[in-house]
Nanobody, 123 residues
Framework: QVQLVESGGGLVQTGGSLRLSCTASGRTFSSNVMGWFRQAPGKEREFVAA????????YYADSVKGRFTISRDNAKNTGNLQMTSLKPEDTAVYYC????????????????WGQGTQVTVSS
């Protein structure tokens, strides 16, 4: 089992930045691919970014490419999502997730989820 806790959400103006963190506990975090997803009211949960087990490969949704950066520190069992140039359409609850394997962009492939953190971007 892996327990995940997100932090760092909040309210920011358009064009601003936020850094989300995900702290993992339980089994070895480095054995999992880590991803970030988001869910806006009335919408399905969508893929944002993912990072491979050792951090050598990263993947992004087209909507955030060039603005968001995913990273991880396996020694500290943490992952981060640096978000810049935020837009109102980025407003959502952001979830950290970990998977043992599968499609990194599919929520159904993830085995462990955090409780989510709210990000609100005002116009």
């Amino acid at each position: 089992q892996v327990q995940l806790v997100e932090s760092g959400g909040g309210l920011v103006q358009t064009g601003g930045s936020l850094r989300l963190s995900c702290t993992a506990s339980g089994r070895t975090f480095s054995s999992n691919v880590m991803g970030w997803f988001r869910q806006a009211p009335g919408k399905e949960r969508e893929f944002v970014a993912a990072i491979s087990r050792r951090g050598g490969s990263t993947y992004y949704a087209d909507s955030v490419k060039g603005r968001f950066t995913i990273s991880r520190d396996n020694a500290k069992n943490t992952g981060n999502l640096q978000m810049t140039s935020l837009k109102p359409e980025d407003t959502a609850v952001y979830y950290c997730a970990a998977q043992n394997g599968g499609n990194y962009a599919s929520a159904r492939s993830y085995d462990y989820w955090g409780q989510g953190t709210q990000v609100t971007v005002s116009s």
